[in-house]
């Protein structure tokens, strides 16, 4: 039984039902200090009912109340505080723990509902930069979160591989490329090209026209310029994979916008034959005004398809193959008004899914305060931002612990886990201003902090020889211990408040609070002194690594056994 159950049990047959346990669970508190007990109950809600003062019925209550289940209960005031009983407390805790391992805090919520998740969604022809992090590791932490819920997360790699800007890239490979150099470096030489593009049209605003005559190209099926398309789009991918390899992440599928060009007419047709569709100066639009939207637009004057009308297709396309319980884009938060009408047009549209989109929003990353940019040059490239952690990190490495095993592998976990805790331990919806140093150190709130404090834990097993733990009798009511066994308990709670706000944070920051208080533990605590709680000690030693690891790998982060 959950703690608060415990408590509101107890409570409801001290007032002889007057409130129900469930009303009960939603108004106990946690007192900020444990001195004023584990679990607090406040009787004001019932000075009404019972014409008494809150301390009166606080007083009352405890004369009343069965304590057999607790250390014990007292009056504080308007107060009822209630002392769990640490030994029973610990030793089922411990007991979850260790018997389910890895597999704490699973639960089923999801039902096995698939849920499709739009992330990443880099352009071809263009590197991954640092703009590119948030979106990705944002998106593989929800599906573990979402995985871990129950659900079947699908994460759909939406590449930016359609528009006018293909007929730029080609216009300026023609111009100014050559094979061989795309060849050797593809991603660098093609968006140098790209650059150089927009700089050379400052002054020959005629490229664009040239641009456009190339996409017009493509799009009517070019031998030449479909040719340059599919090697720009296989390079691409191709050095794609290599960063996300090197950052843990994988997709289910790699459906880019060119994906859905043949499915364009029959969104408009679909749009048409549900009456949506009507003309504004030439265009195409669906009216939101009942939504308190502006108008959706879904065709240029000229009959050109915009982003919606690939997103419609996607959406619809996602809900037909998927059936998904539901439809999520992690996408920056300046996007937040598109998707409101993109909702509000799937709605109007009929789209099963659509009462279940959800955009997940992200705040700006940016670089010493400067927003990143391709089109200006002003490229932080991921890639290289990765190898300078895992650098640094094997540096810090060798002077902590020169005779580490596997040393390069240990760097790439903490260097690159350094970069992707550093990110997600920010509330998704901030702004992160990026500083690759106070990431990779070892003390504060950090990702390798969180590492080291898993390492420790090895550790001390290892030095305790101990491999094998009993699930009973595990019993601890000292502070620090109690502490560890509180945080234990609150995992499965945290697991699923990440989903429920799609916030990565919220287990980023537990794994914080859970390392910071296990390393007060650690010091504080002769863990291998040879008495009768230390096999207790030790298996509530082995809880915190195994939820630590779990915590870290939700977040996509690795955990080195020894650091």
């Known amino acids: 039984m959950e703690n608060k159950e415990l408590v509101a049990k107890a409570l409801s047959n001290a007032l002889d039902g007057t409130l129900n346990v469930e009303d009960i669970v939603n108004k106990i508190e946690r007192p900020k200090d444990s001195k004023m007990g584990d679990l607090a109950f406040p009787t004001f809600i019932l000075a009404k009912k019972f014409r008494k003062a809150p301390q009166q019925i606080a007083s009352d209550i405890v004369e009343k109340i069965d304590q057999n289940d607790f250390d014990h209960v007292e009056a504080a005031g308007p107060y009822v505080n209630f002392f769990l009983d640490k030994a029973k407390y610990s030793e089922n805790v411990i007991a ?29 022809a263009k590197p991954i930069s640092m703009g590119h992090l948030r979106s990705t590791v944002i998106g593989n932490s929800v599906a573990n979160i979402l995985s871990k819920n129950g659900y079947k997360p699908i994460k759909d790699n939406h590449l930016g591989d359609w528009g006018t800007q293909f007929g730029k890239l080609i216009t300026a490979y023609l111009m100014w490329g050559n094979e061989e150099d795309v060849k050797k470096d593809p991603i660098n030489n093609l968006v140098k090209y ?14 664009d026209d040239v641009a456009r005559d190339w996409f017009r190209k493509l799009e009517n099926g070019d031998e030449e310029a ?23 992440v994988s997709f289910d599928t790699y459906n880019g916008e060119a994906f859905y060009n043949d499915k364009l007419q029959g969104v408009v047709d679909d749009l048409d034959k549900k009456g949506l569709l009507t003309k504004s100066q030439g265009a195409t639009i669906v009216d939101l005004d009942k939504y308190n939207l502006n108008p959706a637009l879904i065709l240029k004057s000229d009959g050109a398809s915009l982003y919606i009308t690939r997103d419609i297709a996607t959406a619809m396309y996602r809900d037909e193959t998927y059936h998904p319980a539901m439809n999520l884009y992690v996408v920056g ?26 955009h997940i929003p992200f705040g700006l990353i940016t670089v010493n305060g400067k927003k990143l940019s391709t089109r200006s040059g002003r ?43 550093g990110d997600l331990q920010n509330e998704k919806i901030n702004n992160i201003d990026f500083n690759l140093e106070d990431q990779l150190r070892f003390e504060g709130e950090t990702g390798p902090y969180v590492q080291y404090a898993r390492a420790r834990a090895e550790s001390i097993l290892r030095k305790s020889g101990k491999t094998e733990f009993s699930i009973s009798d595990n019993k601890l009511n000292d502070a620090e211990s109690w502490n560890i066994v509180k945080l234990l308990n609150d995992f499965p709670q945290m697991v699923k408040l990440a989903c429920s706000e799609f916030e ?16 007060k533990y650690y010091a504080h605590t ?6 009768d709680e230390k096999d207790a000690r030790l298996a509530l030693v082995k809880s915190v690594s195994i939820v630590l690891k779990e915590s870290l790998r939700i977040l996509g982060v690795k955990s080195p056994e020894e650091m």
């Not at 938060?333 to 789209?351: D, N, R, W």
Request: glycine share 6%; proline share 4%; charged share 30%.
């Open 96 to 124: 979850n723990v260790l018997s389910q391992s890895s597999n704490y805090g699973q639960n089923n919520d999801g039902n096995g509902g698939n849920v499709t998740i739009d992330m990443s969604s880099p352009n071809i």
């Open 194 to 207: 790209y650059v150089k593009f927009h700089k050379v049209d400052k002054e020959k605003p005629e490229l």
């Open 226 to 248: 479909t040719k340059l398309w599919k090697w720009f789009r296989e390079v691409s991918i191709e050095a794609f994979e290599k960063i996300y390899d090197k950052l843990g």
């Open 333 to 358: 938060s300046e996007q937040t008004y598109y998707f409101k009408q993109l909702k509000a047009v799937l709605t109007e549209m009929g789209i099963p899914s659509a009462k279940d989109l959800h």
């Open 379 to 421: 490229i932080i490239l991921l890639d290289e931002v990765l190898d300078d952690s895992i650098e640094i990190a094997k540096k810090q490495i060798a002077e902590k612990n020169p005779d580490l095993p596997n040393k390069d592998e240990v760097a790439k976990e903490v260097g690159v886990g350094a970069i992707v805790f």
């Open 504 to 519: 990565p944070s919220v287990i980023a920051k537990y794994s914080l609070r859970l390392a910071k208080a296990f390393n």
């Open 526 to 531: 002769k863990i291998l002194d040879d008495d």
